[in-house]
């Protein structure tokens, strides 16, 4: 079992930023990648980056591409997501997800996930 635990979430004003953690606990041993996914009422749960545990390689949606950054601390088993520039459409629950396959974008990749943290951004 691997736990997931997000925090950093809040109120920001367009244009803002925040930075969100996860922390992974448990056999994290046995996952390759960590994602980090977001969902806006009545929408399904959008693919928003990942980043390999070894090698540490980042993929992006291009939506956040140039704003959002993936890092990760190895030696504290946390993942971050730094988001620059921040929009109101970027308002959603953002979860952290851990895959045993890869850094792959689609939900259904991911073993484990986190309870989520709200990020609201105003206009």
């Known amino acids: 079992q691997v736990q997931l635990v997000e925090s950093g979430g809040g109120l920001v004003e367009a244009g803002g930023s925040l930075r969100l953690a996860c922390a992974a606990s448990?056999?994290?041993?046995?996952?390759?990648?960590m994602g980090w996914f977001r969902q806006a009422p009545g929408k399904e749960r959008e693919f928003v980056g990942a980043?390999?545990?070894?090698?540490?390689?980042?993929y992006y949606a291009d939506s956040v591409k140039g704003r959002f950054t993936i890092s990760r601390d190895n030696d504290k088993n946390t993942v971050y997501l730094q988001m620059n520039s921040l929009k109101p459409e970027d308002t959603a629950v953002y979860y952290c997800g851990a895959s045993s396959i890869g850094a792959m974008n689609t939900a259904r990749g991911y073993d484990y996930w986190g309870q989520g943290t709200q990020v609201t951004v105003s206009s």
């Open positions: 980043i390999s545990w070894s090698v540490g390689g980042t």
């Open positions: 448990g056999r994290t041993a046995s996952m390759y990648a």
